[in-house]
């Protein structure tokens, strides 16, 4: 929640730490397609998302309208990241030692 008369966050460090984290995650572990990065951020985005719902939605300290998009876009990251993870191929993640990626002229 945010104090209205500061502007910052009343519950301390924690949901920072939690969005870089999520952050961190997303751009080292989910976009390589790794299964530690979709279930750490499915729970860490899952436990933020839902106490946002639960502690200012439904008490109503937020509109529902511009405030329920969080987690709207929240469900559909995990849809789709759960398509990704059960249609990926196996070691497709290209590793860039060892390519030759010189271009060959014909002799």
Known sequence: M???LTGRDNVGPLPSIRRVASISVAATLNWRNSVWGYWINFVTVGIADTGFIFFVLVPD????????LGPVFWVLAMIFSTIA???RTKGATPTFT????ELK???
Do not use: C, E, K, R
Not at 61 to 68: E, H, N, Q
Not at 98 to 101: E, F, L, R, S
């Open 98 to 101: 060892g390519d030759n990626t």
């Open 61 to 68: 300290y937020a509109p529902v309208w511009p405030s329920i």
């Open 105 to 107: 002229h014909p002799q």
């Open 85 to 87: 993870l059960l249609t």
């Open 2 to 4: 945010t104090s209205q």
